[in-house]
């Protein structure tokens, strides 16, 4: 639209579609700002949305399926006590990525008005939502930057990977932040603890707890 009214911002290269594309993702992500839950089935391009999620500090369990892929299950910005409009803000910038996404559904359960009755919202890939999101950063926060950086391309014959394995936690799956891999073959995974409230850290040390990986390292702010 090439539009020449005073103070108006003039965009050569946004065409109709792109509009239409942008209206139909918006109504989507303010769904999800009264989203209690939400639950995404994902059976492909695993790592990209895990990564989304995880950019978009987002409080997220995985679980695997019976079948292939896995499970992602969200507190919704409804059943956060604390930032909750910054948290709808959160979950509409992990949407704008999903869509980008291959073979997923997502079912959310919506609550408009506190005491009516919650609704389900679903979207799948096959639904064709598209967005125009840049590509996703490698770090989701300055600290793992921060250390990656000072720690180098390699140390001791160690190198440095980002979210490169999967743990088995009983019955949930974890993706550490890092995995430290020696020459010899050696392993060790690290996972950076964040703080989010006081339930979601009692939910990760017990999923940590259920880790059954041979060598886990778990980094604690010692506040925490």
């Not at 869509?99 to 959310?108: C, E, I, N, S």
């Not at 009516?116 to 064709?128: E, G, I, K, V």
């Not at 950063?137 to 190198?159: H, I, Q, V, Y």
Request: with cysteine; charged share 30%; glycine share 6%.
């Amino acid at each position: 639209a090439d539009v020449r009214a005073v103070g108006a911002l003039v965009e050569a290269d946004y065409s109709a579609e792109d509009l239409r594309a942008d209206y139909d993702l918006a109504q989507a992500q303010a769904l999800l700002y009264s989203a209690t839950q939400v639950v995404v089935d994902a059976r492909a391009d695993f790592r990209h949305i895990v990564q989304y999620a995880r950019l978009s500090r987002l409080l997220c369990r995985i679980q695997r399926l019976t079948r292939k892929g896995y499970r992602l299950v969200f507190d919704g910005p409804n059943s956060v006590l604390r930032h909750t409009h910054a948290y709808g803000v959160d979950f509409a910038r992990f949407l704008a990525a999903l869509v980008q996404a291959r073979d997923w559904r997502m079912t959310a359960q919506i609550e408009l008005r506190k005491g009516w009755r919650p609704l389900t919202f679903t979207l799948r890939s096959a639904d064709r939502l598209r967005s125009r999101l840049a590509a996703p950063g490698l770090f989701d926060s300055g600290l793992e930057e921060t250390f990656a950086t000072k720690f180098g391309g390699e140390r001791d014959g160690w190198r440095l990977r980002r979210e490169a394995v999967i743990l088995e936690a009983g019955e949930n799956l974890m993706i550490p932040d890092f995995v430290f891999t020696h020459a010899d073959g050696t392993e060790v995974a690290l996972e950076i603890v964040g703080y989010w409230t006081p339930e979601y850290l009692r939910e990760k040390f017990d999923k940590l707890a259920r880790v059954r990986a041979p060598n886990l390292i778990v980094a604690v702010r010692k506040a925490l």
